[in-house]
């Protein structure tokens, strides 16, 4: 069978971005048992049109189509389903990825264009059901599988269990991609590099994360001997010198990291690499070895400057664990990006100020080399949207499937579109964005970078208000 699977568009079309790892761990495992005739397409790297995507698809001919999407870019991808739906009526187009995952009932109720839906880690999912489709086989035995019956009606089969040993998945198939036009570089870097997924699974409990409805609550880990396979082959096969592991929680499992390190040393495998790292599993000692095997950056989430509301979310960590484990980071002389997160669930603005506060301290005290900002987003299948829902802040009808194009969804408040903020029933968007630039003001106003951004602003806007003036 020719079978096609998409990245769909993207509302980021840039070159700085990572091979999708997802389609191409699905057309391993496909062509692993026969079903040879693969193709993808990465519509982002290629800056495809859903015009030109349909003219790549007529000439490809195929009788399965797949879409692996999440929940920012979904209206893209439901658009290109209807456009490839006209023209090629006759063909399945099956959805997956995280958001078809978290919402798969909404969305066979709402895109008529999409037939089915693989739910969670899919691999072997969608394998079964192109055999299924080969052979005019039913449906109704394949785990993890949303369709729609004969009658319409919308079927959710048993969830499929988690794959137990990751070791046995053949490595992606980049070779099936643009590789050479991937240009993503190591944060604060110029190395170009690209993504490994050393394990699946997030043993934590974040109420705005929805990792775990994915991959599940037990993380599974690839061996380190698989690890460091797929490093040389990357750097054999591709000549890269650069890599990223996108694991949710790359140090989780401390003596494995330790191991990968060693192996990197022992084989003299020279790679700068990065990764993101919890505050409460960082050490001397694991960030000794990491830094000797080649890590250059680490990302990590601290999201508050109050330790009441990390509790709130659920982050099982400190303030004063983000403040050791980046003191540990930044003394091994590794680059270090903190994230935090304003109008999570129960903020004051005495604690906006607090994140504000740390933030400040993190970057000249300690030396952090960057740190973010940004709004909390909802997400599908997560704590938080339930929570909103259950306060009266998002519709109990709410549906993933329809665009949510309020204004605040669009600069200067925010470039997530048609994504909903989360508010406080006391604390609303408009009022937290007002805080929240507040609380930045009264900390960083003396700044001498603020101070000259500020004094160039002032001065164009004079010049500006003299020039309506005259004329």
């Known amino acids: 069978m020719k079978i096609t699977l ?22 391993a495992v496909l062509r692993e048992h026969g079903f040879g005739d693969v193709s993808l397409i990465d519509a982002v790297i ?7 995507i349909i003219e790549i698809l007529q000439k490809q001919s195929p009788q399965i189509i797949g879409l692996s999407f999440g929940t920012q870019n979904r ?18 187009i099956i959805a997956g990825g995280p958001h078809p995952t978290l919402t798969a009932d909404d969305l066979l109720n709402n895109i008529p264009e ?9 691999e072997y999912t969608f394998l079964e059901l192109v055999r299924a489709l080969k052979n005019k086989q039913g449906l109704a035995n394949i785990q ?19 794959i137990t040993d990751l070791d046995k998945l053949p490595l992606p198939a980049r070779n099936l991609l643009p590789i050479d036009r991937y240009q993503q570089k190591i944060p604060l870097s110029d190395k170009i590099c690209t993504s490994v ?27 380190p001997e698989n690890v460091v396979t797929e490093i040389q082959h990357l750097m054999r096969t591709y000549d890269l010198d650069g890599v990223g592991f996108f694991d949710d929680v790359f140090t989780m499992d401390k003596q494995r990291v330790i191991k990968i390190c060693r192996l990197l040393l022992a084989k003299k495998i020279k790679i700068a690499w990065w990764c993101e790292a919890r505050a409460n599993t960082v050490d001397r000692e694991l960030i000794g070895w990491m830094k000797k095997a080649g ?19 659920k982050k099982a960590i400190t303030i004063n664990q983000g403040i050791e484990a980046a003191k540990i980071i930044k003394q091994a002389g590794i680059k270090l990006k903190v994230f935090f997160m304003h109008g999570l669930p129960g903020e004051t603005y005495a604690d906006i100020k607090k994140t504000v506060f740390l933030s400040r301290y993190l970057k000249n005290k300690i030396g952090v080399d960057e740190t973010t900002q940004g709004l909390t987003i909802i997400y599908p299948g997560t704590q938080m949207e339930a929570l909103a829902k ?7 009808n709410f549906s993933w499937s329809r665009p949510f194009a309020e204004k605040r969804n669009y600069p200067p408040l925010t470039t997530c579109r048609h994504m909903p903020i989360f508010e406080q029933p006391n604390l609303s968007y408009e009022k937290l964005f007002s805080l929240v630039r507040k609380a930045k003001m009264a900390y960083y106003w003396w700044h001498p970078l603020v101070l000259l951004r500020n004094l160039f602003l002032y001065h164009r806007t004079i010049k500006k208000w003299l020039t309506t003036k005259v004329k």
């Open 144 to 162: 993890g599988l949303s369709f729609r019956d004969k009658n319409g009606q919308i079927r959710h089969n048993q969830p499929r269990v988690p």
């Open 197 to 223: 997924l050393t394990s699946r699974g997030c043993p934590y409990n974040c109420v705005y994360c929805s990792t775990s409805q994915q991959w599940g609550h037990k993380i599974r880990h690839r061996s």
């Open 114 to 122: 999409i037939d089915m839906v693989v739910r969670g880690e899919g």
């Open 295 to 313: 890590c250059v950056h680490i990302a990590m989430a601290i999201e508050s400057g109050s330790d009441q509301i990390l509790k709130n979310i």
């Open 6 to 27: 998409i990245f769909p568009p993207s509302i980021y079309q840039t070159k700085q971005t990572m091979p999708p790892l997802g389609i191409a761990y699905l057309a």
């Open 390 to 396: 259950q306060q009266g802040t998002l519709s109990r």
């Open 46 to 52: 290629n800056k495809y049109t859903n015009r030109e």
């Open 75 to 92: 209206l893209l991808a439901f658009a290109l389903a209807r456009e490839i739906k006209k023209t090629m009526p006759d063909i399945p």
